[in-house]
Nanobody, 123 residues
Framework: EVELVESGGGTVQAGGSLRLSCSAS????????LGWFRQTPLNGRVGVAQ???????NYAESVQGRFAISRDNDKKILYLQMNDLKPEDTSTYYC?????????????????WGQGTQVNVSS
């Protein structure tokens, strides 16, 4: 069982930065694939980025070059550094986890979810 709690959301102007954090419980954190998703009006919850237990990242094309995912396995924290934010990045962001390797960056691949943190980007 893994429990995930996100923090770090807020309101920022376009071009600004935010760092989201996700604190996790559980004894085998470093064996989990971790991801960030966000809610969209048309497509539901979509993948933003994921990172393997060994630190290999994978990004959605829409955030490539602007967002960076990282993890601290000792502290059991997942991060999402978001730079050059745009109004279209406004959303609720969710932390997610799955046991084992990372596969596709899609919601069915992940079994554990946080409650979400809101990010608002003003123009």
């Amino acid at each position: 069982e893994v429990e995930l709690v996100e923090s770090g959301g807020g309101t920022v102007q376009a071009g600004g930065s935010l760092r989201l954090s996700c604190s996790a419980s559980g004894n085998i954190f470093d064996q989990y694939c971790l991801g960030w998703f966000r809610q969209t009006p048309l497509n539901g919850r979509v993948g933003v980025a994921q990172i393997s237990g060994s630190g290999m990242p994978n990004y959605a094309e829409s955030v490539q070059g602007r967002f960076a995912i990282s993890r601290d396995n000792d502290k059991k924290i997942l991060y999402l550094q978001m730079n050059d934010l745009k109004p279209e990045d406004t959303s609720t962001y969710y932390c997610a986890a799955r046991g084992g390797k990372c596969y596709t960056l899609t919601t069915p691949s992940f079994g554990y979810w946080g409650q979400g943190t809101q990010v608002n980007v003003s123009s």
